[in-house]
């Protein structure tokens, strides 16, 4: 099955700065890559994504690059600010699909990234 | 609306309480996840449903039983559960259009089993 890992475990940068999370995945058949927030005791929520057919895409102060052969992807945040503070999680998806009509995509997570935001 | 609700907010039982965790969407999203989240780690897939049917049960114990009664509503039937099985539970919910199925959280329901 999938395996994906996360680096840093935990970072921590100074308001203003750019925060740069890493993620490896295993399996070439991965096609879409999220990246979620989660702030305590809230909900993951989808920041950005990805998928295999694209190199980079960027939202605003978000960006997140992909690297098919090294099967690695990146989130960037720019202009980091004290509100970005929160869980990281990465993840990839294979969509499961067959002729039965059963269609899903199974996301596999990294472990997370806690990133602190210093006023 | 692009919500998934989940009820109730806070559950507390006992180990040999009967209890259910409901979801709900109204995306039209014909897939539906419950997933198992521990403090500071990532969420655990536990079932999926495509089409109303149990598409993937990831070795969960029996103790957890869920059901999709229609294409909106998705639960979770604990019984007998374990100390350990306090965690978030969380439900999301896709659609599968192109290559994309972003899968949408719903707020997730804190159990604490004593």
């Known amino acids: 099955g999938e395996n994906v890992e996360q680096h840093p475990s935990t970072l921590s940068v100074q308001e203003g700065d750019s925060a740069v999370i890493k993620c490896t995945y295993s399996?070439?058949?991965?096609?879409?890559f999220p990246w979620y927030k989660q702030e305590l005791g809230k909900r993951p929520q989808l920041i950005i994504d990805?998928?295999?057919?694209?190199g980079e895409k960027k939202d605003q102060r978000i960006a997140v690059t992909l690297n098919k052969t090294a099967k690695h992807f990146s989130l960037h945040i720019t202009e980091t600010q004290p509100e970005d503070s929160a869980v990281y999680f990465c993840?990839?998806?294979?969509?499961?699909?067959?002729?039965?009509?059963?269609?899903?995509?199974?996301?596999?997570f990294g472990q997370g990234t806690i990133l602190t935001v210093h006023p | 609306d692009t919500e998934v609700t989940q009820t109730p907010k806070h559950l507390v039982m006992g180990m040999t309480n009967k209890k259910s965790l409901k979801c709900e969407q109204h995306?039209?999203?014909?897939?539906m996840y419950w997933y198992k989240q521990k403090a500071k780690k990532p969420p655990e897939l536990m079932f999926v449903?495509?089409?109303?049917?149990?598409?993937i049960n990831e070795s969960v114990p029996s103790r957890f039983s869920p059901e999709c009664p229609n294409s909106s509503l998705l639960n979770l039937h604990l019984h007998a559960l374990q100390p350990e099985d306090s965690a978030l539970y969380l439900c999301?919910?896709?659609?599968?259009?192109?290559?994309?199925?972003?899968?949408?959280f719903g707020p997730g329901t804190r159990l604490t089993v004593t």
């Open positions: 399996d070439s058949a991965s096609n879409y």
């Open positions: 990805i998928r295999s057919n694209v």
């Open positions: 995306m039209g999203h014909r897939a």
């Open positions: 999301a919910s896709s659609q599968v259009q192109g290559v994309t199925y972003e899968q949408y």
């Open positions: 449903y495509s089409y109303e049917k149990l598409s």
């Open positions: 993840a990839a998806s294979t969509f499961r699909g067959n002729a039965g009509g059963t269609s899903y995509g199974k996301l596999t």
